[in-house]
T-cell receptor
């Protein structure tokens, strides 16, 4: 069966420091991969999605970036964190969209920027 | 543009009572609709989905939802709520292109469910 792993689970970083959050999917190949951010009372905001290695689409311009160096690995990064980057970050995957596959989420990373 | 509205930010029900969480969507064609549940500090778990066919769909944990095209609604229901159902619930619609080149979803802002003993 397929599983998705996100780490770290929690992270406290000072303003201006770099960020790297990692997500990996097991048990499938060529998944679509997504990064969402969830802020309190604001629902989920799609940040990036990827349909293949090195194919990244950005939904929201900001100081975050994403990379997909391997088929089942998706990384969210920042060179310099802002206070507004605090939130709950969720990685998700689904399969070939022609099969109408729903999104499957990881357990998230709680990021606090101080 | 597509959008999802969950009118109720917070609902409190007594254990054993029935539950209905409201969801309204804006979409020009036949939508792909989902309900997810999120426990505190956790990711989202899929409860059920609607793509086509029978407008009443059954999900996990005793939940069901009914698609009503005339009302642009996809309300989630459960006949008898358990204390373990306390969580936040999100309605979502497939973004434009879902089923084609994209697979991302547009989410409502969520409804937090509290259960009184």
């Amino acid at each position: 069966s397929q599983t998705i792993h996100q780490w770290p689970a929690t992270l406290v970083q000072p303003v201006g420091s770099p960020l790297s959050l990692e997500c990996t999917v097991e048990g499938t190949s060529n998944p679509n991969l997504y990064w969402y951010r969830q802020a309190a009372g604001r629902g989920l905001q799609l940040l990036f999605y990827s349909i293949g290695i090195d194919q990244i689409s950005s939904e929201v311009p900001q100081n975050l970036s994403a990379s997909r160096p391997q088929d089942r690995q998706f990384i969210l990064s920042s060179k310099k964190l802002l206070l507004s980057d605090s939130g709950f970050y969720l990685c998700a995957w689904n399969l070939e969209v022609l099969n109408n596959s729903p999104l499957h989420f990881g357990n998230g990373t709680r990021l606090t920027v101080t | 543009a597509q959008s999802v509205t969950q009118p109720d930010i917070h609902i409190t029900v007594s254990e054993g009572a029935s539950l209905e969480l409201r969801c309204n969507y804006s979409y020009g064609a036949t939508p792909y609709l989902f309900w997810y549940v999120q426990s505190p500090g956790q990711g989202l778990q899929l409860l059920l989905k609607y793509f086509s066919g029978d407008t009443l769909v059954q999900g996990i944990k005793g939940f069901e939802a009914e698609f009503k095209r005339s009302q642009s609604s996809f309300n989630l229901r459960k006949p008898s709520v358990h204390w373990s159902d306390a969580a936040e619930y999100f309605c979502a619609v497939g973004a434009l292109g879902y089923g084609g080149s994209q697979g991302n979803l547009i989410f409502g802002k969520g409804t937090k469910l509290s259960v009184k003993p």
